[in-house]
């Protein structure tokens, strides 16, 4: 049985959904994990489940560097290095291209793209030489109509991620990125789904899913965990966990 005793890793976006099966499962193999979120009501419900001394569950905001920078002074502080970053965070908005305004395609890049690189710019510092770093992108191999800015933000994340794991390399520091397909989440990782549509969005991910079901966010932390701690001679890839969705099966 694989242990992290020992260990600390941060994970953000990590108080809903993936990222708290993510952190939930490193806690569960003895890691000491920082969890963050921008909601307070989520990370009021995460700090309740990840009931734990092992577990930091903090407010923070990836589209703001002066969050950004508190949650690396706090890693400095409490846990004095990292040997794993999850950068897990993201939103996506549902529009049409002839609908989207430059407010949602600046609010997109602020968050997933800008928000991931300064995440990772300002904890690689405290990473350990020989850690990990796993960025979630997203399965975008196949077509999401109404997800253009969300689609074009994600796709830069798997840019910079391999020019990181060039520029990381010295340090041994591996960088890869992890890309979901339908996963079953609260918000299916939409912004504003109502019940109904959070319904077709599952039914249309069992459909079209070559395996013939959605994944779960357990399945995403396997992965996650996976490509951090397991992955050990893997560095610059992206790793499709989507039941073969994007490879067109």
Known sequence: M???????????????????????ALLDDGAEVVATGR?????GKARAELDSPLAHVLRSDAAELTDIDALAAYVQENLGGLDYLFVNHG????????????????????????GSFFTVQRLAPLLRDGGAIVLT???????????????????????????????????????????????????????????????????QGSETTPLGRNGTPEEIATAALFLATGATFTTGVELAVDGGYAQGL
């Open 91 to 114: 939103i996506a908005e549902i529009r049409p291209f002839d609908q989207v305004t430059e407010e949602s395609w600046d609010r997109h890049f602020a968050v997933n793209t800008k």
């Open 137 to 203: 992108t997203v399965a975008n191999d196949s077509i999401f109509p109404g997800l253009s800015a969300y689609s074009a933000s994600k796709e830069a994340i798997t840019a910079f991620a391999q020019v990181l794991a060039a520029e990381l390399a010295p340090r041994r520091i591996r960088v890869n990125t992890l890309a979901p397909g339908f996963i079953v989440t609260p918000t299916m990782g939409v912004t504003g789904l109502t019940e109904d549509e959070r319904a077709a969005f599952i039914a």
């Open 39 to 43: 909601n307070r009501d989520n990370v």
């Open 2 to 24: 694989r242990t992290l005793t020992g260990r600390s890793a941060v994970v953000t976006g990590g108080t809903h959904g993936m990222g708290l099966a993510i952190a939930r």
